[in-house]
T-cell receptor, first 118, second 114 residues
Framework: AQKITQTQPGMFVQEKEAVTLDCTYD???????LFWYKQPSSGEMIFLIY????DEQNATEGRYSLNFQKARKSANLVISASQLGDSAMYFC??????WGGGADGLTFGKGTHLIIQP | EPEVTQTPSHQVTQMGQEVILRCVPI?????FYWYRQILGQKVEFLVS????????KSEIFDDRFSVERPDGSNFTLKIRSTKLEDSAMYFC????????????FGPGTRLLVL
């Protein structure tokens, strides 16, 4: 079974609209972390936002927010007021288990290719 | 703003040769990682490194792979006897200690094995 599932291989969105990128995860751990990264066509991986499993509030970073629904095991990324520069691949990732000792390699989903249209 | 750097940006090698990919993590970070991304596919974890030893490795990280922190700033990934299927983008990442979970990625090294 996939640990991270991103069901939208591609999305087209009009500029200035809000967009939601879906991510569901599968873990039996109580402690875990969820991340979103952006990968533009240039190839680098840019950190966007993080949500810890014990965080009660949904994470926000500027135009990015994470809609964390623990019971549903979903961690959707919401981008408000989309811009042309938001066009990129977006990856959801998870860290499972105790991270104190460094055994915290991230598991990534297959990504969503977001295209913002003018 | 501090960032992870990687060299070279591109590497072409012949099958069977050895390659060394270099990374300079963010200076006050203590946890280091290598990931790879085969073209058009998802990012895959290879290895994590802390306190001068491997903390965790994936099935991909077989005995042809090794990592080293030869000095206080560099973190290297060596691949011996390269195979065609090693062709991928290799990302280095680093993380600060304590409660700071976020792993910051370098720009990647594109490895092509011919």
């Amino acid at each position: 079974a996939q640990k991270i599932t991103q069901t939208q291989p591609g999305m087209f969105v009009q500029e200035k609209e809000a967009v939601t990128l879906d991510c569901t995860y599968d873990t039996s751990d109580q402690s875990y972390g969820l991340f979103w990264y952006k990968q533009p066509s240039s190839g680098e991986m840019i950190f966007l936002i993080y949500q810890g499993s014990y965080d009660e509030q949904n994470a926000t970073e500027g135009r990015y927010s994470l809609n964390f629904q623990k019971a549903r095991k979903s961690a959707n990324l919401v981008i408000s007021a989309s811009q042309l520069g938001d066009s990129a691949m977006y990856f959801c990732a998870m860290r499972e288990g105790s991270w104190g000792g460094g055994a915290d390699g991230l598991t990534f989903g297959k990504g969503t290719h977001l295209i913002i249209q003018p | 703003e501090p960032e992870v750097t990687q060299t070279p940006s591109h590497q072409v090698t012949q099958m069977g040769q050895e390659v060394i990919l270099r990374c300079v993590p963010i200076s006050n970070h203590l946890y280091f990682y290598w990931y790879r991304q085969i073209l058009g596919q998802k990012v895959e974890f290879l290895v994590s490194f802390y306190n001068n030893e491997i903390s965790e490795k994936s099935e991909i990280f077989d005995d042809r792979f090794s990592v080293e922190r030869p000095d206080g700033s560099n973190f290297t990934l060596k691949i011996r006897s390269t195979k065609l299927e090693d062709s991928a983008m290799y990302f280095c990442a680093s993380r600060m200690t304590g409660l700071q979970e976020t792993q910051y990625f370098g720009p990647g090294t594109r490895l092509l094995v011919l």
